[in-house]
Protein backbone atom coordinates (compact mmCIF):
# COMPACT_ATOMS: atom_id res chain seq x y z
CA UNK A 1 0.00 0.00 0.00
CA UNK A 2 1.87 3.17 -1.22
CA UNK A 3 0.83 6.22 0.70
CA UNK A 4 3.26 8.65 -0.45
CA UNK A 5 4.78 9.02 -4.39
CA UNK A 6 7.43 10.75 -5.29
CA UNK A 7 8.48 12.34 -8.86
CA UNK A 8 10.83 15.34 -10.43
CA UNK A 9 14.35 13.27 -10.05
CA UNK A 10 16.66 13.18 -12.63
CA UNK A 11 20.27 14.17 -13.35
CA UNK A 12 21.71 17.64 -13.83
CA UNK A 13 24.40 19.58 -14.07
CA UNK A 14 26.14 20.95 -11.23
CA UNK A 15 24.63 24.67 -10.60
CA UNK A 16 21.05 23.58 -11.82
CA UNK A 17 17.62 22.86 -10.11
CA UNK A 18 15.78 20.40 -9.37
CA UNK A 19 12.08 20.20 -7.88
CA UNK A 20 10.97 17.41 -6.55
CA UNK A 21 7.66 16.47 -5.30
CA UNK A 22 5.69 14.20 -2.82
CA UNK A 23 1.70 13.14 -3.12
CA UNK A 24 0.24 12.03 -0.31
CA UNK A 25 -3.38 12.20 0.94
CA UNK A 26 -4.73 15.23 3.06
CA UNK A 27 -5.34 13.22 6.37
CA UNK A 28 -1.52 12.10 6.37
CA UNK A 29 -0.38 15.60 5.58
CA UNK A 30 -2.76 17.11 8.39
CA UNK A 31 -1.96 14.47 11.19
CA UNK A 32 2.29 14.63 10.22
CA UNK A 33 4.87 16.40 9.79
CA UNK A 34 6.36 15.85 6.53
CA UNK A 35 10.58 15.50 5.34
CA UNK A 36 12.71 14.86 2.54
CA UNK A 37 15.84 12.60 3.59
CA UNK A 38 18.22 11.26 0.99
CA UNK A 39 21.19 8.34 1.32
CA UNK A 40 24.57 8.34 -0.75
CA UNK A 41 26.26 4.99 -1.85
CA UNK A 42 28.14 3.95 1.36
CA UNK A 43 26.24 7.09 3.86
CA UNK A 44 23.56 6.88 6.20
CA UNK A 45 20.12 8.40 5.60
CA UNK A 46 20.22 11.83 6.67
CA UNK A 47 17.08 14.18 6.95
CA UNK A 48 17.92 16.99 4.54
CA UNK A 49 14.56 19.45 5.15
CA UNK A 50 11.48 19.02 7.73
CA UNK A 51 8.09 20.95 7.63
CA UNK A 52 5.88 20.62 10.49
CA UNK A 53 2.12 20.73 11.37
CA UNK A 54 -0.12 23.70 11.08
CA UNK A 55 -1.25 26.81 9.82
CA UNK A 56 2.04 28.43 9.69
CA UNK A 57 4.64 25.48 9.67
CA UNK A 58 8.16 25.44 11.09
CA UNK A 59 11.18 24.31 8.80
CA UNK A 60 14.50 22.81 9.54
CA UNK A 61 17.41 22.25 7.26
CA UNK A 62 20.39 20.31 7.05
CA UNK A 63 23.60 22.44 7.16
CA UNK A 64 24.50 20.90 3.72
CA UNK A 65 21.16 22.43 2.35
CA UNK A 66 20.67 25.55 4.30
CA UNK A 67 20.32 28.45 1.71
CA UNK A 68 20.53 26.19 -1.12
CA UNK A 69 16.83 24.11 -0.37
CA UNK A 70 13.33 24.93 0.34
CA UNK A 71 10.85 22.90 1.48
CA UNK A 72 7.04 23.74 1.23
CA UNK A 73 3.58 22.22 1.15
CA UNK A 74 0.36 22.60 -0.90
CA UNK A 75 -2.60 21.47 1.01
CA UNK A 76 -4.75 21.85 -1.69
CA UNK A 77 -3.23 19.47 -4.03
CA UNK A 78 -2.10 17.30 -1.02
CA UNK A 79 1.86 17.68 -2.43
CA UNK A 80 5.36 18.29 -0.25
CA UNK A 81 8.16 20.08 -2.39
CA UNK A 82 11.46 19.88 -2.16
CA UNK A 83 13.04 23.24 -4.25
CA UNK A 84 16.91 22.58 -5.00
CA UNK A 85 18.96 24.66 -6.38
CA UNK A 86 22.66 25.67 -6.84
CA UNK A 87 22.99 21.43 -6.91
CA UNK A 88 26.26 20.41 -5.91
CA UNK A 89 27.81 16.65 -6.74
CA UNK A 90 27.30 15.65 -3.35
CA UNK A 91 23.74 16.42 -3.25
CA UNK A 92 23.79 13.03 -5.33
CA UNK A 93 21.88 10.44 -3.27
CA UNK A 94 18.61 8.95 -3.65
CA UNK A 95 15.83 11.23 -1.98
CA UNK A 96 13.01 10.09 0.41
CA UNK A 97 9.56 11.86 1.17
CA UNK A 98 8.58 11.19 4.90
CA UNK A 99 5.59 11.13 6.85
CA UNK A 100 5.99 11.15 11.02
CA UNK A 101 9.35 10.95 11.00
CA UNK A 102 11.94 7.67 10.97
CA UNK A 103 9.44 5.56 12.70
CA UNK A 104 6.32 6.50 9.95
CA UNK A 105 5.54 6.42 6.34
CA UNK A 106 8.27 6.56 3.14
CA UNK A 107 8.07 6.53 -0.01
CA UNK A 108 9.94 4.54 -2.64
CA UNK A 109 12.53 6.89 -3.51
CA UNK A 110 13.63 9.13 -6.66
CA UNK A 111 17.17 9.55 -7.54
CA UNK A 112 18.94 12.67 -7.79
CA UNK A 113 22.93 12.56 -9.99
CA UNK A 114 24.24 15.98 -10.04
CA UNK A 115 27.14 16.21 -12.60
CA UNK A 116 30.56 18.67 -12.69
Known amino acids: QVQLVESGGGSVQAGGSLRLSCAAS????????MGWYRQAPGKQREAVAR?????????IYADSAEGRFTISKDMTNNTVYLQMNSLKPEDTAVYYCNAGGPSGLWGQGTQVTVSS
Open 26 to 33: RSILVNNG
Open 51 to 59: ISTGINPLT
